[in-house]
């Protein structure tokens, strides 16, 4: 099963850095899109920003500019590298990748991980 696992969460202070990775572990026929949602205390879940198979990102307008992401498809990770950090980014932040785990699947799923938490102290 695909099971992605984050890393790379952490405390930092505002103005500060942090790159996020999300490696799947267990087996997979072919991963489509990955990306990454955050869910803020007290908050529903939201998305961040998203990439796809050919390389194509999409960002929340809360990130743009200020996030990257991008895709090692040789080692089926995914990273978020995130800039300008600032109090608002506090959040739990969950990767998930698209994905068939067997090639009889009809269509891909989502498969998301347990989490890492970011916080951003002011």
């Known amino acids: 099963q695909v099971t992605p696992v984050e890393s790379g969460g952490g405390l930092v202070q505002a103005g500060g850095s942090l790159t996020l990775s999300c490696a799947t572990s267990?087996?997979?026929?072919?991963?489509?899109?990955m990306g990454w949602h955050r869910q803020p205390p007290g908050k529903q879940r939201e998305f961040v920003a998203s990439i796809t198979t050919g390389g194509t990102p999409d960002y929340a307008d809360s990130v743009k500019g200020r996030f990257t992401i991008s895709r090692d498809d040789v080692a089926n990770t995914v990273y978020l590298q995130m800039h300008s950090l600032k109090p608002d980014d506090t959040a739990v932040y969950y990767c998930?990748?698209?994905?068939?785990?067997?090639?009889?699947?009809?269509?891909?799923?989502?498969?998301w991980g347990q989490g890492t938490r970011v916080t951003v102290s002011s």
């Open positions: 998930y990748i698209h994905a068939k785990a067997a090639f009889w699947d009809r269509a891909p799923t989502d498969y």
């Open positions: 267990g087996g997979y026929y072919s991963i489509d899109a």
